[in-house]
T-cell receptor, first 113, second 116 residues
Framework: LAKTTQPISMDSYEGQEVNITCSHNNIATNDYITWYQQFPSQGPRFIIQGYKTKVTNEVASLFIPADRKSSTLSLPRVSLSDTAVYYC??????????????FGTGTLLAVQP | NAGVTQTPKFQVLKTGQSMTLQCAQDMNHNSMYWYRQDPGMGLRLIYYSASEGTTDKGEVPNGYNVSRLNKREFSLRLESAAPSQTSVYFCASSEGLGRSSTDTQYFGPGTRLTVL
């Protein structure tokens, strides 16, 4: 079954680009990779989602290699308000009606001035 | 449109006591979820419900029961609380049937539970 691995924490400074990688072996062939952001004392919220190659929205970019065994969330020019925990979410590899969703352990991004 | 609401926000229980966490959504979503969040463990799924009247176990269901009362409400019950159940509990909902990560989940603000 799929298992996700993320770095526990990362440090950055305002204005830098930050890349957070999630490893997810055995992802189901038809499953997407989704990333969530969580601020302290709040529930997670959706950031971005993709299946392969590159996806970009107003908040972030998501890079997925051809083998889909990992994905990289890219945050351009971070600010202090981007300090949060970032989670990747994938299916557990079984697919179909028995597929279950697995959140990564999360990466705490600390942005400093 | 309040999204996903949870009650209570905080709760302290003694070992062996019981309680029910309430969750409601006003987005007409089909699926609802209960997660627990512990330091270093990320979000772990306790139970989820793909539709009214149906529930399925997640990764850590032991010690919990759930009830999908109607399409809007999904409750989580601890029959005999244990210190190991001290955690932050999140409820979420999604439009689809909850089997795929393409189904965006919307989370409530959480309930912080302490069991002494």
């Amino acid at each position: 079954l799929a298992k996700t691995t993320q770095p526990i924490s990362m440090d950055s400074y305002e204005g830098q680009e930050v890349n957070i990688t999630c490893s997810h072996n055995n992802i189901a062939t038809n499953d997407y990779i989704t990333w969530y952001q969580q601020f302290p004392s709040q529930g997670p919220r959706f950031i971005i989602q993709g299946y392969k190659t590159k996806v970009t929205n107003e908040v972030a970019s998501l890079f997925i290699p051809a083998d889909r065994k990992s994905s990289t969330l890219s945050l351009p020019r971070v600010s202090l308000s981007d300090t949060a925990v970032y989670y990747c979410l994938v299916g557990d590899g079984r697919g179909g009606a028995t597929n279950k969703l697995i959140f990564g352990t999360g990466t705490l991004l600390a942005v400093q001035p | 449109n309040a999204g996903v609401t949870q009650t209570p926000k905080f709760q302290v229980l003694k070992t062996g006591q019981s309680m029910t966490l309430q969750c409601a959504q006003d987005m007409n979503h089909n699926s609802m979820y209960w997660y627990r969040q512990d330091p270093g463990m990320g979000l772990r799924l306790i139970y989820y419900s793909a539709s009214e009247g149906t529930t399925d176990k997640g990764e850590v269901p032991n010690g919990y029961n759930v009830s999908r009362l109607n399409k809007r409400e999904f409750s989580l019950r601890l029959e005999s609380a244990a210190p190991s159940q001290t955690s932050v509990y999140f409820c979420a909902s999604s439009e689809g049937l909850g089997r795929s990560s393409t189904d965006t989940q919307y989370f409530g603000p959480g309930t912080r539970l302490t069991v002494l």
